[in-house]
Nanobody, 125 residues
Framework: QVHIVESGGGLVQPGGSLRLSCEAS????????MGWYRQAPGKERELVAA???????NYADSVKGRFTISGDNVKSTVYLQMNSLKPEDTAVYYC???????????????????WGQGMKVPVSS
């Protein structure tokens, strides 16, 4: 069983910074990629940034140059450093782990995706 724990969300002023963290714990054999999505009120969930375990990253155009994703493969933890935050960054942020293979089921089951519970990040003065 894999457990996902997010931390770091909260109210921040425009122009401010925030660092989100998300850890996957359990008997994990491998993870293909880790990422962050967000969902603003009245909008669909969208990809913010993702990092494959080989280090390749992908960012939404709206956050390029302001957000940085990083990952710790040993700790199965993904981070999102958010700088120069704007009101339009206001959303619920979800971490995502793609294709986790668990030790207990590596020969009997395929990989599974896991989501965090979501953290509110209001950007407002």
């Amino acid at each position: 069983q894999v457990h996902i724990v997010e931390s770091g969300g909260g109210l921040v002023q425009p122009g401010g910074s925030l660092r989100l963290s998300c850890e996957a714990s359990g008997s994990i054999f491998s993870i293909y990629s880790m990422g962050w999505y967000r969902q603003a009120p009245g909008k669909e969930r969208e990809l913010v940034a993702a990092i494959i375990t080989n280090g390749v990253t992908n960012y939404a155009d709206s956050v390029k140059g302001r957000f940085t994703i990083s990952g710790d493969n040993v700790k199965s933890t993904v981070y999102l450093q958010m700088n120069s935050l704007k009101p339009e960054d206001t959303a619920v942020y979800y971490c995502h782990f793609q294709h986790i293979i668990e030790v207990a089921t590596m020969y009997s089951a395929g990989p599974s995706d896991y989501w965090g519970q979501g953290m509110k990040v209001p950007v407002s003065s």
